[in-house]
């Protein structure tokens, strides 16, 4: 079983993930902002609930799955006497937890028999226990070191009510650590966890970011005390080096290409956009690229300007729009611009030597089997198809704890996908958006496709959208920014009525208010997007684009013919040479980018009856 166990989770894909932590000092609203995406293509989008509940026996055992395969572990003690009201990644005291994995070195990840708590069941059992960073961080280290660590390297982000905001980077202890005191296996993980300070904005993507870290310092920064040890022991790092040189991630995720490229890159592109520092772009642009693996970014920067939610909504959508890694211009991208390839990103050419040794002909028959492989990659952009759920969180220190936490969440890619409001003490989740998780021992069925569930129906406009990118894209994300600009008053007005509620009726009255605000949102936006999803598909159906036209009594309608690009006409003339050329002679046809003019004009002579030769109106009508 054990044996099994671990062939399975070495299979198992993880989550893919980015983060943004904007701390307090750096929004306009002075609100803690986090991002977060979950990325995975077995990832069904819900929003988790777990409602809060008093316990009298702390011995009562509780089950425990893995969140990315929905394996059970085993069971833990419940330890406490009540927990939190926990709504998505957010808790009802103001603490939000976010993460992305990082994998790290071979023999640390996934490698520790029995443990009993993945990354995604830490998540969840600590927004369930604890209120505070501080707190949180301390519930970490107790559940993986008395139950074991069972999940690779991971980046976590935290937040709460305080604003105060940190990113704590974690890897198990393997087998092979045994207590001095107890001569026993140590269980759990090693770690550092470091303060964002105010005013500046941090960011991970499947790469560990922190490197050396102050030792003297607990306010700001924190790490488990065998941090350096750990890597002694498994020849990770030299005995005789300097502890106080010790990069957590150098030596725990040692950097590489892939790593750089579609890691780090990441954390590039927001930066990038946002920095104080103009030159910060070509400044770290070799190392986004993976060809300067040296010049390491910082950890977090200081922005040019205060950054609004609707800024860090922005930075979500990224596809490396304008950088040197869009990937929309050139021949993957297709007949439609589109920035999306199929999945995996790392892709390996065979190239075969051609020899046309006339000679040796035994030679020549020797040598065309030698064939040398290459890896490729694709572009591994933050907005990306295969996110399950993502949210954008504010954490608002002004607010009552209870109505701290607004996450906006979106149940697909977070280019292409709505976003609703929901605060963190809400009682109830909208049915569209509401739904167990793997690491509740729940399988999801991706096989089934089901109109009530907002997963569903943002993946059919996402994926509509992926079919013809260049057509679709610009209509929906302004059906998407128009949908946030409006949410965004609403929720003004919600928080202005919930705090008087507060004030005057106390807590419940103002969580009962705004539990149905997030209900009948979340219903009316689900609305919305199934019949989004319906609007785009006459309009884009069929190749065309379908505009409406009154006059046209046939459908009041017209249909474009949107056409291709220069560049992809080139692309196929280059290719294929004359294969589509129109035979020398005839008469000129009309340009069908502009299609509908030719056909409107030539339509215009037909019905007149003045046309002589009614060829080219098929050529139209073809
Ligand atoms: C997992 O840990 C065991 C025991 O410490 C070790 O022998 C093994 O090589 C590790 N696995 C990997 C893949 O490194």
């Not at 001569?183 to 005013?199: F, M, S, T, Y």
């Not at 950097?255 to 772009?281: H, K, M, N, Y």
């Not at 219903?523 to 409406?548: C, E, M």
Request: a negative charge; hydrophobic letters at 35%; aromatic letters at 10%.
């Amino acid at each position: 079983m054990k044996k099994i166990l671990t062939a399975l989770f070495v299979t198992t894909t993880a989550r893919a993930c980015t983060d943004i932590l904007v701390t307090p000092g750096a929004s306009v609203e002075g609100s803690a902002m986090m991002a977060y995406n979950a990325d995975s293509p077995t990832l069904f989008g819900s929003i988790y609930h777990y409602p809060p509940y008093n316990n009298d026996d702390e011995t009562k055992m509780r089950s425990i799955y893995d969140w990315d395969s929905g394996i059970y572990l085993g069971q833990i003690p419940e330890e406490s006497k009540e927990t939190y009201n926990v709504v998505g990644n957010s808790n009802e005291y103001g603490l939000v937890i976010g993460e992305s994995t990082f994998g790290g070195v071979r023999v640390l990840a996934y490698n520790q028999t029995d443990a009993k708590i993945d990354y995604g069941s830490l998540i969840w059992l600590t927004l369930q226990r604890a209120k505070t960073v501080k707190e949180a961080i301390h519930t970490m280290v107790h559940l993986m070191d008395t139950y074991g660590y069972a999940s690779a390297g991971e980046s976590f982000s935290l937040a709460d009510a305080t604003g105060q905001m940190w990113m704590m980077e974690v890897i198990g202890r393997g087998n092979d650590i045994i207590d001095d005191k107890t001569g026993e296996r140590k269980l759990g993980a090693v770690w550092v966890a470091q303060r964002i300070p105010d005013g500046m904005v941090a960011a991970h993507a499947n790469q560990a970011r922190i490197t050396t870290f102050p030792r003297q310092d607990p306010e700001n920064c924190l790490y488990s005390e065998d941090v350096v040890e750990v890597a002694v022991h498994y020849g990770l790092y030299d005995a005789e080096a300097d502890p106080l040189a010790f990069s957590f991630a150098d030596v725990y995720d040692p950097l590489d290409f892939i790593g750089a490229r579609q890691g780090e890159a990441r954390v590039w592109s927001i930066f990038s956009q946002i920095s104080s520092d103009p030159q910060f772009a070509q400044q770290y642009q070799d190392y986004a690229l993976g060809n300067n693996l040296e010049l390491r970014m910082p950890l977090y920067m200081q922005t040019k300007h205060k950054l609004t939610k609707e800024d860090v909504m922005h930075l979500m959508t990224s596809h490396y729009e304008n950088t040197v890694m869009d990937a929309s211009q050139d021949v993957g991208s297709g007949l439609f611009a589109s920035p999306y390839r199929p999945r995996p990103l790392v892709w390996s050419l065979e190239e075969s030597t051609q020899n046309n040794n006339e000679e040796d002909p035994m030679l020549r028959s020797k040598e065309k089997q030698s064939k040398s492989t290459t890896q490729y990659h694709n572009e591994r952009s933050i907005a990306t198809a295969k996110t399950g759920w993502s949210f954008v969180a504010e954490i608002r220190p002004h607010m009552p704890r209870e109505l701290a936490v607004v996450s906006w969440y979106a149940m697909d890619d977070s280019s292409t996908a709505p976003r609703v409001p929901v605060y963190g003490s809400s009682r109830k989740i909208a049915e569209p958006f509401a739904g167990k998780g793997s690491q509740d021992g729940v399988t999801t069925s991706l096989l089934q496709m089901d109109w009530s569930k907002a997963f569903w129906v943002q993946n059919l406009v996402s994926n509509w959208c992926y079919s013809r990118y260049a057509d679709v894209y610009p209509v929906l994300r302004q059906e998407i920014d128009d949908l946030q600009a409006d949410l965004s008053e609403k929720v003004k007005q919600v928080d202005r009525i919930a705090l008087e509620l507060y004030q005057e009726k106390g807590p419940d009255a103002a969580i009962d208010y705004v539990t149905l605000f997030g209900v009948n949102t979340g219903n009316t936006v689900h609305g919305k997007w199934q019949s989004l999803f319906g609007t785009l598909f006459a309009r884009f159906r069929d190749f065309y684009t379908i505009v409406p036209k009154n006059d046209e009594p046939v459908c009041g309608c017209q249909a474009v013919e949107p056409g291709m690009s220069e560049a992809v006409k080139h692309r196929i003339v280059q290719e294929t040479g004359d294969h589509y050329k129109v035979a020398k002679g005839d008469k000129d046809h009309p340009d069908l980018l502009n299609g509908e003019n030719a056909k409107e004009s030539e339509r215009e002579v037909f019905i007149s009856g003045k046309k002589e030769d009614v060829g080219d109106i098929f050529t139209a009508i073809l």
